[in-house]
């Protein structure tokens, strides 16, 4: 297992890599770093580890060979479970074993990025690996309302990415229509007035 191979995952903003090691038809291992790591943490390990696997370590957004998030935009710690979300449905693993490491589980307040995912995606983690972790802490009567506000939030935002399609072009007046039926309040002066700024015309309309 001391060969690998490199693997890049698109994302809007440009790409999440990861490193590989394993027979790819193995059973899938997820890894995930820790805080200020990379993917390079599990090369001391990985060789250590059961040959039937298929162990794949992705570098977070803004970590090791991963693109960083645009200026200006945070690191929120349900931004990088979400990152794991597309990684997985990426290589296409329905069900695979999540071993993490550091602030792969560790928390400022309760935001653990593997036992965060395995809470949230219980049908896809078999197994869950911790190293060096406290766990994942939330007060039960928080359980169900967190678990449902969350993976909402992950659910729809991967839904609206993977429906993104080229904008339609229109004819101004097909332009000006369509802004005036999702918005009602507006009259057709109006409508114009902001169309001059908020529509770009190309050959096509």
Not at 3 to 15: A, I, N, R, T
Not at 125 to 139: H, M, N, Q, R, Y
Not at 182 to 191: D, K, P, Q
Request: with cysteine; proline share 7%.
């Amino acid at each position: 297992l001391v060969m690998f191979s490199e693997l890049k995952f698109p994302v809007p903003w440009g790409h999440v890599a990861a490193k590989a090691w394993g027979p790819s038809e193995g059973h899938p291992v997820l890894c995930l770093h820790g805080w200020l790591d990379n993917a390079n943490t599990f090369d001391k390990l990985i060789p250590l580890l059961p040959r039937g696997c298929y162990y794949v370590a992705m570098d977070f957004s803004g970590h090791g060979l991963s693109s960083h998030r645009p200026a200006g935009c945070p690191y929120h710690f349900l931004d990088y479970v979400t990152d794991v979300r597309r990684v997985a449905a990426a290589l296409q693993w329905r069900r695979f074993t999540l071993m993490g490491h550091s602030m792969g589980n560790f928390s400022f307040s309760y935001h653990f990025i593997s036992p965060q995912f395995c809470f949230l995606y219980p049908e896809m983690v078999d197994k869950l690996i911790l190293l060096e972790s406290l766990g994942f802490l939330l007060a039960p009567e928080d359980t169900e309302a967190w678990l449902k506000s969350k993976r909402r939030v992950i659910d729809r935002l991967l839904s609206l990415e993977a429906k993104q399609q080229t904008p339609k072009a229109r004819s101004p007046e097909a332009a000006l229509q369509r802004l005036l039926e999702a918005n009602s309040h507006l009259t057709a002066e109006g409508g114009a007035i902001l169309l001059q700024r908020g529509a770009t015309e190309t050959p096509a309309g």
